[in-house]
């Protein structure tokens, strides 16, 4: 593996770190050991010598504001003070009624971060340095991160969705200020989130930009944009996409994490056999 490929690596290492925060979303165990480390990861990751903290600072007043941003979203959500994830005993406990702002604090970051990344596989393939086994990875990992986020987002939606239809009834199907705090709040927040990641997907393949279109379908039935197949329940129809993200994930996470573990023993070896030493950075795209 090449010097750049080492470094798009790192900054790719980064975003993982980034993408693995949506985790806390689901309602399972969390480790701390596992929410240190990735604590470490993302604030070490911002310092001077860092391949993502030269870029920054090499890229002065966009390389700042992405910096601030980063660190605003690590202090909310891994902060002593964070009221979203607290230590408790040797585990993290999560206010789940609080998913939306970890989906707040990741969505955007991570696309900014992620542009790092692709502007680095384009300056390497200007410079005849780019390598199939990190284009691969980064390939898979736009599939998985866009799956991961629909998937986590779209059963958010689909809860709160149900409030809505739940206070809509309890009115007689009058708007109130409690059913016009959830569109404004939650719905139209969380189908931002899933448009937004659409909208800025990397991926070209026909089954995972229709498995992402059916997302968005199934946004505007429920806002009234578009007619139900079939005139399906919301409850079959919200079956119906969870199901299919569901089985999609089966499928793009293990071949990510094949090509992960490739990548990251190569870059194991590399690292044993030059201790204390860092790659060398590239001229850098600016940001």
Same mark, same amino acid.
Request: hydrophobic share 35%; aromatic share 8%.
């Given at each position: ?18 993408? %693995? /925060? ?36 090499? !890229? ?72 199939? =086994? ?7 990992? =736009? ?12 059963? =958010? ?12 009834? %309890?009115?007689?199907? #009058? ?28 991926? /070209? ?11 968005? #379908?199934?946004?505007?039935?429920? =806002? ?11 409850? %079959?129809?919200? /079956? %119906?996409?969870? /199901?299919?993200? !569901? ?33 060398? +950075?590239?001229? +850098?795209? #600016?940001?």
């Amino acid at each position: 593996m090449n010097q750049t490929s080492q470094f798009i690596f790192n900054i790719y290492h980064y975003l993982l770190n980034l993408r %693995d /925060t949506l985790e806390y979303a689901l309602p399972r165990e969390h480790e701390l050991l596992m929410f240190e480390q990735r604590k470490k990861v993302l604030l070490q990751g911002l310092n001077e010598g860092s391949a993502l903290g030269n870029f920054l600072i090499q !890229n002065k007043e966009n390389g700042e504001k992405i910096k601030n941003a980063l660190s605003e979203a690590i202090d909310e959500l891994y902060g002593d003070d964070s009221t979203v994830l607290k230590k408790a005993g040797d585990k993290i406990r999560v206010d789940h009624t609080q998913n939306l702002k970890i989906f707040e604090v990741i969505v955007g970051n991570s696309e900014s971060v992620r542009d790092i990344v692709y502007g680095y596989l384009n300056f390497a393939r200007s410079k005849g340095e780019l390598e199939d =086994e990190i284009v691969d990875l980064v390939k898979k990992d =736009e599939v998985l991160y866009r799956t991961i986020l629909a998937t986590l987002v779209i059963r =958010e939606f689909e809860k709160s969705f149900a409030e809505f239809q739940k206070v809509m009834t %309890d009115n007689k199907g #009058k708007p109130s200020p409690q059913s016009n705090y959830i569109v404004q709040n939650e719905i139209n927040k969380l189908s931002g989130f899933l448009r937004f990641s659409r909208q800025h997907c990397h991926a /070209t393949d026909n089954t995972t930009l229709d498995l992402l279109d059916d997302v968005n #379908k199934v946004i505007e039935m429920c =806002e009234g944009r578009r007619d139900r197949v079939d005139n399906k329940s919301f409850k %079959d129809i919200f /079956t %119906d996409i969870n /199901t299919h993200l !569901n089985n999609y994930l089966k499928i793009v996470e293990p071949a990510w994490k094949e090509q992960y573990e490739k990548v990251f023993k190569e870059m194991v070896e590399l690292e044993r056999n030059r201790k204390n030493q860092t790659p060398s +950075e590239p001229s +850098e795209p #600016k940001a």
